[in-house]
């Protein structure tokens, strides 16, 4: 048995320097940075003195924790830098953030539609140089058309990171193409790879059914929406692919691809009207099974998975002379700034470029990377869910044709969309080589405005170039188209 009376004084010494040493112990590791402890947002706080970058991204809540988890497994490795995720609904408000100083992020997600401004701004370093000096295979790993799309001044001023072909989602209860092939109609081949114009047009013509009030196809009347058939019927959307002045639409095989086109999008029996557009969007229209074809990018394809009951897949865009479609190009902008900073960003952008972050981001099911490997993974392919034919994503981006760098998009569209809308529900078409010259005029004047100190302007509006025509939109236009 254990007793106090056997302890002496040199006992009683021990115990008081061992009490006193852990005493000092524990005060000197509360003053020093301990264990990690986690912040506000679940992560590790970081030691003093490391630098924090901020990557600004726009997404849904499953992309921006794709992102989050990408960085939170980078911040747990790092001794260098805490990467800390700034995020925005969509592209234009963070773009508009960004352009007030109201963050200044160091990496940042960019739509390739606003390159020009970028670069005009000086707001990015470009990244040939950086990423080549950290070994990342462009020609082998990421397509040499989405480097280009990110390129210009002889460098690569971001890197393309997803970038999604336009193609067609079809409702696969509307269309079934063996029913249509047992009535003898026109159907793509059995692989489902490609279809012309003439078997797209059978589709819409089956999916239209009176008694279930459904209509075939719905293609928006934009520059975006039309342009890949123009591209398919050999045409050209601008009269020049590095600095446009115009719009090309009047030009012989452009008019003629367009002219085809709008035989099929005019038809008052296969598209949707006025008046139903009216009620509701073309997109639900599909949702509700009332609509057979749509064209979208691969971020649709979790929003119909979500439809209940919706059954759904996709095939590319028809071709006329040829295959041709648009991309929606997303990039990573590494900030201008100071060197240890821009290097720190790059570090972290490699990352970014790793396989096991891009599959993060593919198992989202929104996102289509453009490193090639991971498209044709499972991660991204996703076999056991709709679409089933997704390879279509994956064979379409060798058929992207990417658009001159514009600053002024918006402008561009807001010039010329009404017009293109008319020309796909007017009740008649008159004159469309008319009506395309003056879409095309009317793009001159954003793309290549003419300088008023030059001679012969006058402020007199009935002067040379007013038509006085009437503008068609002044009236209802026809419900049929």
């Not at 963070?94 to 940042?108: H, N």
């Not at 044709?401 to 008319?422: F, S, T, Y």
Request: aromatic share 8%; proline share 8%; glycine share 8%.
């Amino acid at each position: 048995m254990f007793s106090l009376a056997r302890l002496d004084w040199r006992t009683y010494a021990a115990v008081v320097v061992v009490a006193i040493s852990v005493v000092v112990a524990m005060v000197l590791y509360a003053d020093s940075e301990g264990p990690p402890q986690k912040g506000g947002n679940g992560s590790p706080t970081k030691a003093p003195g490391m630098a924090r970058l901020v990557f600004a991204v726009w997404g849904n809540e499953a992309e921006v924790d794709a992102f989050e988890e990408i960085v939170a497994a980078y911040n747990r490795e790092s001794e260098v830098v805490d990467v800390h995720v700034e995020a925005w609904p969509d592209p234009n408000a963070m773009l508009a953030d960004i352009r007030s100083g109201e963050v200044t992020p160091d990496l940042y997600l960019l739509p390739r539609d606003e390159l020009a401004e970028t670069l005009e701004a000086d707001r990015n370093r470009p990244l040939l140089d950086l990423l080549d000096a950290r070994g990342v295979a462009f020609g082998d790993e990421f397509p040499r058309d989405a480097i280009s799309a990110f390129s210009a001044e002889d460098d690569l001023q971001c890197m393309p990171y997803a970038g999604s072909p336009m193609v067609i989602y079809y409702n696969t209860d509307l269309i079934d193409f063996e029913r249509m092939a047992a009535r003898e109609l026109p159907v793509p081949p059995e692989d489902r790879e490609y279809w012309t114009l003439e078997m797209f047009r059978a589709a819409a013509e089956f999916a239209s059914r009176p008694r279930k009030e459904s209509k075939g196809v719905y293609i928006e009347p934009t520059l975006q929406g039309l342009a890949p058939f123009v591209y398919a019927g050999g045409g050209e959307m601008f009269d020049d692919d590095d600095d446009p002045t115009s719009l090309a639409l009047a030009d012989g095989e452009s008019a003629d691809a367009l002219r085809q086109t709008l035989e099929v999008l005019r038809d008052p029996t296969i598209t949707l009207s006025n008046r139903q557009l009216r009620s509701q969007t073309a997109l639900d229209y599909f949702k509700d099974g009332k609509l057979g074809m749509v064209a979208g990018f691969r971020d649709l394809t979790p929003t119909l998975r979500n439809v209940p009951g919706l059954a759904f897949d996709v095939m590319p865009m028809p071709e006329l002379d040829d295959d041709a479609t648009i991309g929606d190009l997303t990039g990573v902008c590494v900030a201008e700034g100071p060197q240890d900073r821009v290097e720190q960003s790059a570090d972290f952008l490699v990352n970014l470029l790793s396989d096991e972050a891009v599959t993060t981001m593919a198992e989202t099911g929104y996102v289509m990377p453009t490193k090639v490997d991971v498209n044709f993974s499972d991660a991204f392919l996703q076999p056991h869910l709709q679409p089933a034919n997704a390879r279509v994503f994956v064979n379409a981006i060798r058929s992207i044709v990417l658009p001159p760098l514009l600053e002024g998009w918006p402008e561009l569209e807001a010039a010329v969309d009404p017009d293109l809308e008319r020309l796909l529900t007017q009740p008649l078409l008159e004159d469309l080589e008319a009506d395309l010259e003056l879409i095309d005029e009317k793009s001159r004047a954003v793309l290549d405005p003419e300088d008023p100190d030059e001679p012969g302007e006058t402020d007199d509006p009935g002067g040379p170039g007013e038509t006085g025509s009437p503008d068609p939109s002044d009236g209802e236009t026809g419900d049929g188209g």
